[in-house]
C-alpha cells in the first residue's frame, strides 16, 4: 500500500512545496478539446431514482443546503439521500426496497456490469462529439469502480468484480479519445455513518482522521500509477494532514500533460468537539439567515485548492472571457447519473445545450456534459437523443469549436438583434448566430472592422455567403430558408 509519507516533503515548507508547482502551462490538448463527458456509473445505477424536482441550484435559492439534501435531484446521491427520514427518496427506498442496505447492491451492479460493452459505449460518447471523458472511479458511496489494492480504514473493501477502470480506459483511449478519472475525495460514506441532513452537514461529513487521509492517497496514487489518466479530477475536498502539492507532483511525473482540477482545498487533519460544536452553530445560523443572503451565495459552490490547472462552476457561466481555463458541468438532465424517474421533457432542450456550449468555449471554457449509463452499460434512449443531436450539429460546427481560441470579446449583437458569440483559430474568425431562425437579408456585425471587402465569409454547412462593408463594419448576407439548427455559424477569413 503506498502511503503519504512516501512522498513527504520534509525539507520543505508548505509555501514552498506549493511553489513547486506554480508557473504550470494548461497544456494545448485540454484547450483544443472543448467537450468532455461526464460519466456517472456506480451502486446508484441499480436504484437509479431521485425526486423530479427543480434544477440544483434553484433548490439551494429557495431552501438551501437542507432543502436540498430532502430533495436532492442527484441519484448519486442515493445512499445519503433515502436514509434523509422523510425525504422522497427514503419513501421511494422503503416502498421499492423495504429495509435492504445500500450496498446490497453490489451483486445486482456486478452482474449487469459484467456485459457492458464498453466499446460500444465509447464510440458514442466519441461520436457525440467528446475529445475526453471523466469517469467516477469512486464516488460519495465509497465503492470502487476499479480492483483496489488499498485496505479500507474499516476494514470493508467494497469494489466492482470487474475492471470498469480499466477496460473504458482502454476503450476511450481506443476512440481516439483522453480518459480521465473522478474521485471523490471529500465524502466517503463507508468510512462513517454520516446521514447528511442540514447545513452543518457538509462539513461534517468530511473525513477528519489519518487514516482516511492516508487511504485516499493511496488510492488516487494506484489509479495514477494504473491507468495515468489524462484528468485527475477530485470532488468535494481533500482531507487534512498530508502532503498534496507530493501527491500533485507524482501525477505530473507520470502525466507530464495531465491536468487536475480545482475541488482539492484541504479540510482539517482532526475535528474536536468544540470544532463540531462551532461547525453546527455556523450551520444552524446559516439556515436562520439564509433568505438574507446574497444570491452569489445561493448555488453550488466548492473551496478553491491552492493549486490547480482549471475550475469547475456547476451549472454555471460568465459574462466575459476568462483569463483561467475553466470547465463548466452540468447534467444532461437534472441528475449526473441515471434517474429512471426522469422524463424526456426533463432532459436539457438541445437549443440551450447547444447555445450554452458555444457560450461556454468562447469565454475560454470547456463543457463536460454528465451522462449516466444503465448497470450494464447502456445510455438511455431519452440521453442517447441529446447526445445524437449535439453529435450532428458538431459534425457541422466541429471545426469552430474544437482547436480554437476565445476571440477579444465573447458576445455581440447584428444590427438586427441576432445574439453573437465568437471563437479564432489561427487567421479565422468564427461569428455564432444565436438564433434558431436568423432573420434572412443584411446582418451588420458592429465588433468586425473591415477597411474593404477582401475577406472572404463561408456559412458552415452551406456554403460562400455574400458580404460587403457598411461604415468600415463587416455585414453578411444571411440566406433564406436556413436549415433547422440551434446556432449557425459564420467562418470569416481576412480579420483581425
Given at each position: 500500500?503506498?502511503?503519504?509519507?512516501?512522498?513527504?516533503?520534509?525539507?520543505?515548507?508548505?509555501?514552498?512545496?506549493?511553489?513547486?508547482?506554480?508557473?504550470?502551462?494548461?497544456?494545448?490538448?485540454?484547450?483544443?478539446?472543448?467537450?468532455?463527458?461526464?460519466?456517472?456509473?456506480?451502486?446508484?445505477?441499480?436504484?437509479?431514482?431521485?425526486?423530479?424536482?427543480?434544477?440544483?441550484?434553484?433548490?439551494?435559492?429557495?431552501?438551501?443546503?437542507?432543502?436540498?439534501?430532502?430533495?436532492?435531484?442527484?441519484?448519486?446521491?442515493?445512499r445519503n439521500s433515502y436514509r434523509v427520514p422523510g425525504s422522497p427518496s427514503a419513501q421511494h427506498h422503503l416502498a421499492t426496497y423495504g429495509d435492504r442496505d445500500y450496498y446490497e447492491f453490489a451483486g445486482d451492479f456486478d452482474r449487469?456490469?459484467?456485459?457492458?460493452?464498453t466499446d460500444h459505449l465509447a464510440a458514442l460518447l466519441r461520436d457525440a462529439g467528446a475529445e475526453y471523458v471523466v469517469l467516477t472511479s469512486k464516488h460519495h458511496d465509497g465503492f470502487t469502480l476499479w480492483p483496489s489494492q488499498v485496505e479500507h480504514p474499516r476494514g470493508t473493501q467494497r469494489y466492482a468484480d470487474r475492471d470498469l477502470v480499466g477496460d473504458l480506459t482502454e476503450s476511450v483511449r481506443g476512440a481516439g479519445m483522453r480518459m480521465g478519472l473522478y474521485y471523490s475525495g471529500g465524502y466517503d460514506w463507508s468510512v462513517h455513518d454520516v446521514i447528511m441532513k442540514r447545513n452543518a452537514d457538509a462539513m461534517l461529513a468530511l473525513p477528519a482522521e489519518a487514516a482516511y487521509e492516508q487511504y485516499a492517497t493511496a488510492h488516487v496514487r494506484e489509479l495514477i500509477e494504473r491507468y495515468r489518466p489524462s484528468v485527475l479530477w477530485n470532488d468535494i475536498g481533500w482531507p487534512g494532514g498530508g502532503d498534496l502539492p507530493a501527491l500533485f507532483r507524482a501525477y505530473y511525473e507520470?502525466?507530464?500533460?495531465g491536468v487536475i482540477n480545482d475541488r482539492w482545498a484541504e479540510g482539517p487533519a482532526q475535528r474536536g468537539r468544540f470544532a463540531a460544536f462551532v461547525t453546527k452553530l455556523v450551520g444552524a445560523a446559516t439556515e436562520i439567515f439564509w433568505p438574507l443572503?446574497?444570491?452569489?451565495?445561493?448555488?453550488?459552490?466548492?473551496?478553491?485548492?491552492?493549486?490547480?490547472?482549471?475550475?469547475?462552476?456547476?451549472?454555471?457561466?460568465?459574462?466575459?472571457?476568462?483569463?483561467?481555463?475553466?470547465?463548466?458541468?452540468?447534467?444532461?438532465?437534472?441528475?449526473?447519473?441515471?434517474?429512471?424517474?426522469?422524463?424526456?421533457?426533463?432532459?436539457?432542450?438541445?437549443?440551450?445545450l447547444v447555445r450554452g456550449f458555444v457560450d461556454v468555449v468562447s469565454k475560454n471554457g470547456n463543457l463536460l456534459l454528465g451522462v449516466g449509463p444503465d448497470a450494464d452499460g447502456t445510455i438511455p434512449v431519452e440521453q442517447q437523443r441529446v447526445l445524437d443531436a449535439l453529435g450532428a450539429w458538431m459534425a457541422v460546427n466541429g471545426t469552430a469549436i474544437k482547436g480554437t481560441r476565445p476571440w477579444r470579446i465573447a458576445e455581440g449583437r447584428t444590427d438586427r438583434g441576432t445574439s453573437l458569440r465568437f471563437t479564432r483559430s489561427n487567421a479565422v474568425l468564427h461569428a455564432f448566430l444565436m438564433d434558431q431562425t436568423p432573420p434572412a437579408g443584411r446582418h451588420v456585425i458592429e465588433q468586425i472592422a473591415v477597411s474593404d471587402e477582401r475577406v472572404a465569409v463561408e456559412l458552415l454547412g452551406v456554403g460562400p455567403v455574400a458580404?460587403?462593408?457598411?461604415d468600415g463594419k463587416l455585414a453578411v448576407e444571411v440566406p433564406d430558408a436556413l436549415a433547422d439548427a440551434p446556432v449557425h455559424t459564420l467562418r470569416i477569413t481576412g480579420v483581425r
Open positions: 500500500m503506498a502511503r503519504a509519507a512516501d512522498v513527504k516533503s520534509s525539507d520543505q515548507t508548505p509555501d514552498e512545496a506549493w511553489d513547486t508547482l506554480s508557473g504550470r502551462e494548461v497544456p494545448d490538448w485540454f484547450h483544443d478539446a472543448k467537450l468532455g463527458i461526464f460519466l456517472h456509473w456506480g451502486l446508484y445505477s441499480v436504484p437509479a431514482w431521485a425526486p423530479r424536482v427543480e434544477h440544483i441550484n434553484a433548490i439551494i435559492a429557495k431552501s438551501g443546503v437542507r432543502g436540498l439534501y430532502g430533495a436532492n435531484p442527484y441519484s448519486e446521491w442515493y449487469a456490469a459484467s456485459a457492458a460493452d507520470q502525466v507530464p500533460d443572503m446574497p444570491p452569489a451565495f445561493k448555488q453550488v459552490g466548492f473551496p478553491a485548492a491552492r493549486h490547480s490547472d482549471f475550475t469547475t462552476p456547476e451549472y454555471r457561466t460568465f459574462d466575459e472571457v476568462q483569463a483561467e481555463k475553466w470547465e463548466q458541468t452540468r447534467g444532461v438532465g437534472h441528475s449526473f447519473a441515471l434517474n429512471r424517474n426522469e422524463r424526456a421533457e426533463d432532459m436539457i432542450d438541445v437549443a440551450d458580404h460587403s462593408v457598411v
